[in-house]
């Protein structure tokens, strides 16, 4: 059963607006009518100033994470949102080594360039909620289910979101794309053709330690172009860099395609 806080967003249903109306008493209902629509299509606080009509929301006080209806199109990123790819600038990223970011900046995307190696954040994290598009380039349709368009997207450099071309595919074994790598297949297939700009909004609740051992798992829930398709998962184990009870950079992972990312930023939870 869904989670009830995973909600599609409403749209209020307005009265047309007529023209002259010679009745006083049909005036006063007009007034009253319109006055409750154009109320219901204003945007307030509790909707982030976007209305009802938001694509996706992000409730920032729900553990379980993302509700449909946080923003998935190109929209400029909030004053408090830490952006991490601005479109033209690699000054944020760094190889694992430390070494100088030696993706490509292609039309405004961060392009993977196969053999350079994973990328990865100055900054590092713990709770966050994260937004990332992503396209994954076509490939030949013969070519093995791992060998199309694959990268990844690992929180932490420990635990990883995958990106792949899954469109038209049966998700399973737990490695398409929306899957936490290793752990579970995403809900649904919401996959775009290649080519296509996709996003995925992440909200990502750190491993809890004491006395430096693990006492609560990570747990990553993901919405995946609108619609949620991982809902607070538990995530054992890292597939990534070992488990700690240190923040960690965010990683973008080459697994040899010229996957593209754009518009990447979080916030801090």
């Given at each position: 059963?869904?989670?009830?806080?995973?909600?599609?967003?409403?749209?209020?249903?307005?009265?047309?607006?007529?023209?002259?109306?010679?009745?006083?008493?049909?005036?006063?209902?007009?007034?009253?009518?319109?006055?409750?629509?154009?109320?219901a299509a204003q945007p307030s606080a509790a909707d982030g100033g976007r209305g009802t009509d938001a694509a996706m929301r992000f409730d920032a006080g729900n553990d379980g994470g993302l509700e449909a209806g946080a923003?998935?199109?190109?929209?400029?990123?909030?004053?408090?949102?830490?952006?991490?790819?601005?479109?033209?600038?690699?000054?944020?990223?760094?190889?694992?080594?430390?070494?100088?970011?030696?993706?490509?900046?292609?039309?405004?995307?961060?392009?993977?360039?196969?053999?350079?190696?994973?990328?990865?954040?100055?900054?590092?994290?713990?709770?966050?909620?994260?937004?990332?598009?992503?396209?994954?380039?076509?490939?030949?349709?013969?070519?093995?289910?791992?060998?199309?368009?694959?990268?990844?997207?690992?929180?932490?450099?420990?635990?990883?979101?995958?990106?792949?071309?899954?469109?038209?595919?049966?998700?399973?074994?737990?490695?398409?794309?929306?899957?936490?790598?290793?752990?579970?297949?995403?809900?649904?297939?919401?996959?775009?053709?290649?080519?296509?700009?996709?996003?995925?909004?992440?909200?990502?609740?750190?491993?809890?330690?004491?006395?430096?051992?693990?006492?609560?798992?990570?747990?990553?829930?993901?919405?995946?172009?609108?619609?949620?398709?991982?809902?607070?998962?538990?995530?054992?184990?890292?597939?990534?860099?070992?488990?700690?009870?240190?923040?960690?950079?965010?990683?973008?992972?080459?697994?040899?395609?010229?996957?593209?990312?754009?518009?990447?930023?979080?916030?801090?939870?």
């Open positions: 059963m869904p989670n009830p806080r995973w909600r599609s967003g409403s749209r209020a249903t307005c009265p047309r607006r007529l023209g002259a109306v010679h009745l006083a008493a049909g005036l006063s209902l007009l007034a009253l009518q319109l006055t409750a629509c154009d109320s923003a998935t199109d190109s929209a400029p990123p909030s004053p408090d949102r830490e952006i991490l790819f601005d479109g033209s600038s690699l000054e944020g990223w760094q190889h694992a080594s430390g070494q100088l970011a030696r993706w490509r900046i292609v039309d405004g995307a961060l392009e993977v360039v196969p053999g350079s190696g994973d990328l990865e954040t100055k900054v590092e994290h713990d709770d966050i909620h994260l937004h990332v598009e992503f396209n994954v380039p076509a490939t030949d349709p013969s070519a093995m289910e791992q060998d199309r368009g694959n990268s990844g997207v690992f929180l932490q450099s420990r635990y990883e979101v995958q990106v792949l071309d899954s469109f038209g595919r049966t998700l399973a074994d737990r490695n398409d794309a929306g899957a936490i790598y290793g752990v579970r297949d995403a809900d649904s297939n919401q996959a775009q053709p290649p080519d296509t700009w996709q996003t995925y909004e992440i909200r990502f609740i750190a491993a809890r330690w004491e006395g430096g051992a693990k006492v609560t798992p990570a747990r990553i829930s993901v919405s995946w172009n609108g619609t949620p398709v991982q809902r607070d998962v538990e995530v054992p184990s890292s597939i990534g860099d070992p488990e700690a009870p240190t923040p960690g950079p965010l990683r973008l992972q080459d697994h040899g395609h010229r996957v593209r990312y754009r518009n990447l930023w979080l916030e801090r939870l």
